[in-house]
């Protein structure tokens, strides 16, 4: 096979893959069901066990009347404070919310100066983003968003547990006791203890409540949104615009494992514990904001009798170990399919592993970018010693394949049986070319979805300009590298990765020893640079990859063609041949 054919049609199937898979194997065979019973505009109608005349969850009742600054929502005194290993923030005392969290190792920018990412904030501010919990009932008075809840200390962390309570002077006491542990997971449970005269029906929910300004797009190979585990499957079946569209989203039946709201880095998640009936839900409540609940089914709390339920709330970084480390510590079924890997998991969370390794080692997340490649490349070296071999003996059977088509060009079945016979007698396999080729596809997509989704990646500088691997590459063209005061626009911000991935590529098809015909030669000239083109908006760390691939691609073409001198030699005659015609067909025309 044209080794030549055999890139065109790798590299076609490589963007074929990377711009449609995902998207193509949702569409065919989705996760799971985006159908589901529409809930009805009252919250409490969610659970189909309701009581009638329940408290709406988490009521729009004293919602500011204008946008809040961070700063000043945060200042109250009316705060418990959080200081735990990766998380610190503050629990609002006011409608018991946890509005405030902040993710200690990963920062906002890359600025030296930048803080640490906010990921919750309280209702109100720009980037609003909180975690309620409470109690929708029955012939009880419930507490409300704008309950004042007393706390028995004045900081959470890992070692000291806080508990809010709330006595609405009916003889029913509420109180949620929240503690943290070393990472991200916050654990709540909720209590009612009822100290009336009869008996009173309480159902516990928690919800998630929050605005879309900085979140991150879903696109086709990274789903952000609503996100849950529900029965057997994940479902990332819907996103903020189809939300806002249609108002209320049901998941599909089954058990709720874990539902919430997922970024490209950040996940916050309700996870319910205990074996009591929970229905999750989905809802735009308008204005970009949206809310994710879960609602334990109805319980009777008889007189002088307690309640109470569980639930856990992860609010921090998708990162893959951690992630892993809940699903098996904690049970949490199918919590590090949050991070959406898609159906090269199996592919992609190694290669995540090994880069983490290699970072472990070098120190350098650049390094470990160019270290994984150089292995991919030696694991590769065998193959394409095979290949260049192959190559070596198809050109040397290529006079007698001539003469075989000339000899049966009247019968191609048997023209084609007597090349079969020809190649088995040879040893040679026209197959063999394409081989490395086609194993690259998905170590390629493997790395592309790693740079995208692996927080590991965020913010790690390689070398002089380049300050985060993750995001393209800053150096462009267009502007004089930042001098001029804008930023070119997708494909046209052409950066130094960029021009270094046209010209390798470049060169390595000009180092190809087959010979092509004119409109092979034309497609092989200006592809490299239209891919110069079509890569330069992604990140700079897939773009090193394949700089590097390429750099290696040459010293082993360069290397391999000194031990088959025959194919260089016939590559080259070949060339001289044809190079001769045309000027003589020039010349004819003339």
Same mark, same amino acid.
């Given at each position: 096979m044209d080794n030549q054919r055999n890139l065109l049609f790798a590299v076609a199937l490589s963007f074929l893959l990377i711009l449609g898979w995902d998207a193509g194997m949702r569409y065919f065979y989705p996760e799971a069901s985006t159908a589901g019973a529409p809930q009805s505009s009252d919250p409490t109608v969610a659970a189909s066990a309701a009581p009638q005349g329940s408290a709406e969850l988490g009521s729009a009742a004293g919602e500011p009347a204008g946008p809040v600054d961070l700063s000043t929502a945060l200042s109250s005194p009316q705060r418990v404070s959080i200081d735990a290993a990766r998380v610190e923030g503050s629990i609002n005392l006011v409608g018991a919310?946890? =509005?405030?969290?902040?993710?200690?190792?990963?920062?906002?920018?890359?600025?030296?100066? &930048?803080g640490p990412v906010q990921l919750f904030a309280p209702k109100g501010t720009p980037g609003q983003y909180f975690a309620q919990f409470g109690w929708i009932g029955n012939g009880v008075t419930l507490p409300t968003p704008q309950t004042v809840w007393q706390a028995d200390g004045q900081t959470l962390t890992q070692t000291s547990p806080v508990t809010l309570t709330h006595d609405n002077g009916e003889g029913q006491i509420f109180s949620i006791k929240y503690s943290i542990d070393a990472n991200y997971m916050i654990t709540a449970e909720q209590s009612v203890v009822n100290n009336g005269d009869g008996s009173i029906v309480v159902q516990p929910y928690g919800l998630l409540n929050r605005n879309t300004v900085n979140a991150s797009p879903s696109t086709f190979n990274a789903h952000s949104g609503p996100i849950g585990a529900f029965g057997d499957s994940v479902d990332y079946g819907v996103d903020y615009d189809d939300l806002a569209e249609n108002g209320t989203y049901t998941p599909a039946a089954g058990k709720t494992h874990w539902t919430g709201f997922s970024d490209i880095y950040w996940? #916050?998640?309700?996870?319910?514990?205990? =074996?009591?009936?929970?229905?999750?839900?989905?809802?735009?409540? $308008?204005?970009?904001?949206?809310?994710?609940?879960?609602?334990?089914g109805p319980e009777t709390v008889a007189a002088g009798s307690t309640v109470s339920?569980?639930?856990?709330?992860?609010?921090?970084?998708?990162? &893959? %170990?951690?992630? =892993?480390?809940?699903?098996?510590?904690?049970?949490?079924?199918?919590?590090?399919? !949050?991070?959406? *890997? $898609? *159906?090269?998991? *199996?592919?992609v969370k190694p290669m995540v592993w090994l880069l983490r390794t290699l970072y472990d080692f070098a120190g350098n997340f650049g390094v470990a970018i160019i270290l994984l490649t150089i292995i991919i490349r030696g694991a590769l070296f065998?193959?394409?010693?095979?290949?260049? %071999? &192959?190559? !070596?003996?198809?050109? !040397?059977?290529?006079?007698?394949?001539? %003469?075989?088509?000339?000899?049966?060009?009247? =019968?191609?079945?048997?023209?084609?049986?007597?090349?079969?016979?020809?190649?088995?007698?040879?040893?040679?396999n026209p197959l063999a070319g394409c081989l490395p080729l086609l194993i690259q596809i998905p170590i390629f997509f493997a790395l592309y979805k790693a740079l995208i989704l692996a927080i590991e990646m965020r913010h790690k500088p390689f070398v002089l300009w380049i300050e985060d691997l993750s995001a393209p590459d800053p150096a462009k063209i267009l502007n004089l590298f930042g001098l001029l005061p804008f930023d070119p626009p997708g494909f046209l911000g052409i950066g130094v990765l %960029?021009?270094?991935? $046209?010209?390798?590529?470049?060169?390595?098809?000009?180092?190809?020893? #087959?010979?092509?015909?004119?409109?092979?030669?034309?497609?092989?000239?200006?592809?490299? *640079?239209?891919?110069?083109?079509v890569m330069a908006p992604f990140a700079a760390g897939l773009l090193l990859y394949w700089v590097t691939s390429n750099l290696l691609t040459l010293a082993q073409q360069s290397y391999l063609y000194s031990k088959h001198p025959q194919l260089r030699a016939a590559a080259e005659k070949e060339k001289a041949e044809k190079a001769l015609a045309k000027q003589r067909e020039e010349a004819s025309e003339k």
């Amino acid at each position: 096979m044209d080794n030549q054919r055999n890139l065109l049609f790798a590299v076609a199937l490589s963007f074929l893959l990377i711009l449609g898979w995902d998207a193509g194997m949702r569409y065919f065979y989705p996760e799971a069901s985006t159908a589901g019973a529409p809930q009805s505009s009252d919250p409490t109608v969610a659970a189909s066990a309701a009581p009638q005349g329940s408290a709406e969850l988490g009521s729009a009742a004293g919602e500011p009347a204008g946008p809040v600054d961070l700063s000043t929502a945060l200042s109250s005194p009316q705060r418990v404070s959080i200081d735990a290993a990766r998380v610190e923030g503050s629990i609002n005392l006011v409608g018991a919310q946890l =509005d405030d969290i902040e993710l200690k190792d990963h920062r906002e920018t890359t600025d030296q100066d &930048s803080g640490p990412v906010q990921l919750f904030a309280p209702k109100g501010t720009p980037g609003q983003y909180f975690a309620q919990f409470g109690w929708i009932g029955n012939g009880v008075t419930l507490p409300t968003p704008q309950t004042v809840w007393q706390a028995d200390g004045q900081t959470l962390t890992q070692t000291s547990p806080v508990t809010l309570t709330h006595d609405n002077g009916e003889g029913q006491i509420f109180s949620i006791k929240y503690s943290i542990d070393a990472n991200y997971m916050i654990t709540a449970e909720q209590s009612v203890v009822n100290n009336g005269d009869g008996s009173i029906v309480v159902q516990p929910y928690g919800l998630l409540n929050r605005n879309t300004v900085n979140a991150s797009p879903s696109t086709f190979n990274a789903h952000s949104g609503p996100i849950g585990a529900f029965g057997d499957s994940v479902d990332y079946g819907v996103d903020y615009d189809d939300l806002a569209e249609n108002g209320t989203y049901t998941p599909a039946a089954g058990k709720t494992h874990w539902t919430g709201f997922s970024d490209i880095y950040w996940l #916050s998640a309700l996870i319910p514990q205990g =074996d009591q009936t929970v229905t999750p839900g989905f809802r735009s409540l $308008g204005d970009d904001i949206f809310r994710a609940d879960v609602i334990y089914g109805p319980e009777t709390v008889a007189a002088g009798s307690t309640v109470s339920s569980s639930t856990l709330l992860f609010a921090g970084a998708k990162e &893959s %170990a951690v992630l =892993d480390t809940y699903r098996d510590d904690l049970g949490i079924d199918k919590f590090g399919k !949050a991070i959406d *890997w $898609g *159906w090269f998991e *199996w592919f992609v969370k190694p290669m995540v592993w090994l880069l983490r390794t290699l970072y472990d080692f070098a120190g350098n997340f650049g390094v470990a970018i160019i270290l994984l490649t150089i292995i991919i490349r030696g694991a590769l070296f065998p193959i394409a010693q095979k290949q260049f %071999a &192959s190559m !070596a003996g198809m050109k !040397a059977v290529q006079p007698k394949m001539k %003469a075989l088509q000339e000899r049966y060009k009247d =019968d191609k079945q048997k023209q084609q049986q007597e090349v079969m016979a020809l190649y088995k007698k040879e040893g040679v396999n026209p197959l063999a070319g394409c081989l490395p080729l086609l194993i690259q596809i998905p170590i390629f997509f493997a790395l592309y979805k790693a740079l995208i989704l692996a927080i590991e990646m965020r913010h790690k500088p390689f070398v002089l300009w380049i300050e985060d691997l993750s995001a393209p590459d800053p150096a462009k063209i267009l502007n004089l590298f930042g001098l001029l005061p804008f930023d070119p626009p997708g494909f046209l911000g052409i950066g130094v990765l %960029a021009v270094l991935l $046209g010209v390798t590529m470049w060169l390595t098809f000009k180092l190809n020893p #087959s010979a092509m015909d004119p409109m092979q030669q034309q497609i092989f000239n200006f592809m490299p *640079w239209v891919l110069m083109f079509v890569m330069a908006p992604f990140a700079a760390g897939l773009l090193l990859y394949w700089v590097t691939s390429n750099l290696l691609t040459l010293a082993q073409q360069s290397y391999l063609y000194s031990k088959h001198p025959q194919l260089r030699a016939a590559a080259e005659k070949e060339k001289a041949e044809k190079a001769l015609a045309k000027q003589r067909e020039e010349a004819s025309e003339k």
